[in-house]
């Protein structure tokens, strides 16, 4: 497959590619190197059809606490307009895009914090198992920014329902595995030293199956959850994101 990434350990298992957060000192929080090199991974995947099913993980104690909070700092000192994290943006929307519209089946692995972004990588995924001590939260409000990650927002809707991600969103309240499941956040929740094993239980079936069945399905469920959008209004959450990053700075310089 691939190898010498940095923040990245891919790991290929004949048509099941194994590809692991590596930054457990920042709790693999996503950065600018993590989105690049995601992105190269899944471009990758797109023209390997053997490959039948990714499986997304984090290594050391959480899968993803987040977007990297000291490169957007870093970011703005450099350039107050917010242009470095509309580039961040833009690069978080397509990560997330190449995730659900890849023809392999997404399998997300989850386990301790999943936080922010991190959320929304793992809902991009198709299929998600949480280990039993998950523990979930969307901090945006709480920081001071909007919901402008990756397009999360309407995923998340169109996942958990609208009144429940009101009240997440708005309160920035932990909620663990069981919630989580509750709301299609997880398809399914296990005792930790299980999580392999109820991942394996998705992949030895998803390899068996027709690559063009499989294909088929994605695009059509693909298409039918984006039929009620009459504009894709996340096309802006990269501008969004910058924007209130941007004048937040200002603000307190000020």
Request: hydrophobic share 45%; proline share 4%.
């Amino acid at each position: 497959m691939i190898e010498d990434f940095k923040s990245l350990v891919v790991r290929n298992e004949g048509p099941v590619l194994m590809v692991q957060l590596n930054s457990p000192e920042t709790g693999n929080a996503l950065s600018e190197m993590v989105l690049d090199e995601l992105l190269t991974v899944l471009g990758v995947v797109s023209q390997q059809p053997g490959i039948r099913v990714v499986i997304l993980s984090g290594a050391g104690d959480d899968f993803c606490l987040g977007a990297d909070r000291r490169e957007f700092a870093e970011s703005l000192a450099a350039d107050p307009t917010g242009r470095g994290l509309r580039v961040l943006g833009t690069k978080a929307r397509q990560v997330c895009d190449a995730l659900a519209t890849t023809e392999a089946v997404t399998v997300a692995r989850l386990h301790g914090g999943v936080i922010g972004a991190g959320i929304g990588l793992a809902l991009f995924c198709d299929l998600r198992a949480g280990a039993d001590n998950c523990r979930f939260r969307l901090p945006e409000s709480a920081l001071g920014v909007p919901p402008a990650w990756g397009g999360v927002l309407p995923r998340l809707i169109h996942e958990a329902g609208a009144a429940r991600v009101r009240e997440l969103i708005l309160t920035a309240s932990n909620f663990d595995a069981a919630t989580a499941r509750e709301l299609s956040i997880l398809h399914t929740v296990v005792p930790e030293d299980e999580l392999d094993a109820a991942v394996a239980r998705w992949t030895r079936p998803l390899v068996r199956r027709s690559p063009s069945a499989l294909r088929t399905a994605k695009v059509m469920m693909n298409a039918y959850g984006n039929a009620h959008r009459l504009a894709d209004a996340t096309l802006f959450d990269a501008e969004l994101l910058s924007s209130a990053l941007s004048l937040g700075q200002q603000a307190r310089q000020g």
